[in-house]
């Protein structure tokens, strides 16, 4: 039996349990696709009841190959970046919207996003991040229906039960983009501003 708080939220043995089988359940899904030209489902990696959660869209090859999240350029770049506001990567959590690579990085099709819909929504339930980050479209898409990333990146949204998303550009696209680039590093620093209030109203 799970073990509620007195606040009614989960204990953290049982968090972490809970996400031990949500993350197996990921590694051996079948409800797509990608599970066919899939070498690893990436179910995501970090801390229980982390500052951030960084969503991104879904895994590349090198992550297909180990099976963890944001380990190429485009993860060295948000690395970084997470040590520009004074965190490291172990003190969050990264997944992304669709958990198994798309063939030749096409972009995810509804219903592969829909199929991980549920993944997802466990996972911010039960990480219960102070703030949620969307990286590019797809993840924003989930929060921020209809809208355009160069518009509202760095526009923090309160969602659910008090928590809070911004949507900011992909890594890969603030890569390529040197105005998106800086973009990306000011967004950043407004989540930081924001987590530092959040603590201050502890
Ligand atoms: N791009 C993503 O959106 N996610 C990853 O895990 C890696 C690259």
């Known amino acids: 039996m799970d073990q509620k708080t007195e606040t009614g939220a989960l204990s953290s043995k049982d968090q972490h349990s809970q996400l031990v089988g949500l993350h197996a359940q990921i590694e051996a899904?079948?409800?797509?696709r990608l599970c066919e030209t899939r070498t690893h489902a990436v179910p995501g990696e970090g801390v229980l009841n982390p500052q951030i959660?960084?969503?991104g869209e879904a895994p590349g090859a090198q992550e297909d190959k180990l099976g963890r999240p944001f380990i190429g350029r485009s993860g060295r770049f948000l690395d970084g970046m997470i040590q520009g506001i004074g965190l490291r990567r172990e003190e969050t959590f990264i997944t992304n919207v669709v958990k198994c690579r798309p063939p030749?990085?096409?972009?995810?099709r509804p219903d592969e996003v829909s199929a991980c819909k549920a993944y997802l929504d466990r996972q911010i339930e039960w990480l219960a991040p102070r703030v949620v980050?969307?990286?590019g479209r797809f993840s924003m898409q989930r929060w921020f229906r209809g809208e355009r990333i160069t518009?509202?990146?760095g526009q923090a949204v309160e969602f659910g039960t008090g928590?809070?998303?911004v949507p900011l550009f992909h890594p890969a696209a603030a890569?390529?983009?040197p105005q998106w680039r800086a973009a990306f590093a000011e967004d950043m620093q407004i989540v930081r501003r924001l987590l530092e209030k959040l603590a201050g109203s502890e």
């Open 29 to 32: 899904c079948s409800q797509c």
């Open 163 to 165: 928590q809070i998303a």
């Open 133 to 135: 980050v969307t990286l």
């Open 175 to 177: 890569l390529r983009n």
């Open 151 to 153: 518009k509202i990146h």
């Open 104 to 108: 030749d990085n096409r972009d995810p």
């Open 53 to 55: 959660l960084f969503v």
